[in-house]
């Protein structure tokens, strides 16, 4: 059985920084082999995608939404089976759950593996909230 988990969420100013942290396991689940995606839903919206990092072969190659591009980064730690969402640069529009998720294959999704059907797992999410 996968387990995703993700921590770090929390009420921030706008302007600030967070960083959230997902944490994978799994007797079978290696985690270098799986694309690593961040999504994430806001009161009364539906689910959106917030960026992806690539798998090991993949060069964990990392892709962003518009709507955070240059203020998140996301990066993993094979190693530990980690991957985190740096987010800086808060807004009150980024105040949602955070979900991270596991994607065994993103192939012919072009890029960014943006499309939450690609994914196999997800963990059960982690409040932000941006005051203004």
């Known amino acids: 059985q996968v387990q995703l988990v993700e921590s770090g969420g929390g009420l921030v100013q706008a302007g600030a920084s967070l960083r959230l942290s997902c944490a994978a396991s799994?007797?079978?689940?290696?985690?270098?082999?799986?694309?690593m995606g961040w999504f994430r839903q806001a009161p009364g919206k539906e689910r959106e995608f917030v960026g992806n990092?690539?798998?090991?072969?993949?060069?964990?190659?990392?892709y962003y939404a518009n709507s955070v591009k240059g203020r998140f980064t996301i990066s993993r730690n094979n190693a530990r089976s980690t991957v985190t969402l740096q987010m800086g640069s808060l807004k009150p529009e980024d105040t949602a759950v955070y979900y991270c998720?596991?994607?065994?294959?993103?192939?012919?999704?072009?890029?960014?593996?943006?499309?939450?059907?690609?994914?196999?797992?997800w963990g059960q999410g982690t409040q932000v909230t941006v005051s203004s």
């Open positions: 998720a596991a994607a065994q294959s993103c192939s012919g999704s072009g890029n960014g593996c943006s499309a939450e059907h690609l994914y196999n797992y």
């Open positions: 799994g007797r079978t689940f290696i985690f270098r082999d799986y694309h």
């Open positions: 990092i690539g798998d090991f072969w993949s060069g964990s190659r990392t």
